[in-house]
């Protein structure tokens, strides 16, 4: 059973940055696809970013520009480099991976941009 854990999230004022880290208990390699999903207070979850095989990326429209994915097959860790944060990226942030047959998530990690 994969398990993943989330870290990185945290309080910062609009216009700072963060870095969210998934780490996965297990190799990554053969996952087809990774994603960050957020879920603020009262609204769905939604995908923020994504990466499958080949390393192609998607991004929401509200995070184009400002957000990044990205992965370290080595470490069987994905990242989401966060820029330019708004107060409306406060969320709950969750890390997904889907395999053959499988899909993880963790437990998610709070993020919040206030002044």
């Known amino acids: 059973q994969m398990q993943l854990v989330e870290s990185g999230g945290g309080l910062v004022q609009p216009g700072g940055s963060l870095r969210l880290s998934c780490a996965a208990s297990?190799?990554?390699?053969?996952?087809?696809?990774m994603g960050w999903y957020r879920q603020a207070p009262g609204k769905q979850r939604e995908l923020v970013a994504s990466?499958?095989?080949?390393?192609?990326?998607n991004y929401a429209d509200a995070v184009k520009g400002r957000f990044t994915i990205s992965k370290d097959n080595i470490k069987n860790t994905v990242y989401l480099q966060m820029n330019s944060l708004k107060p409306e990226d406060t969320a709950v942030y969750y890390c997904?991976?889907?395999?053959?047959?499988?899909?993880?998530w963790g437990q998610g990690t709070q993020v919040t941009v206030t002044s």
């Open positions: 997904n991976l889907n395999f053959p047959g499988s899909t993880y």
């Open positions: 990466i499958r095989t080949g390393d192609s990326t």
């Open positions: 297990g190799s990554i390699f053969r996952a087809y696809g």
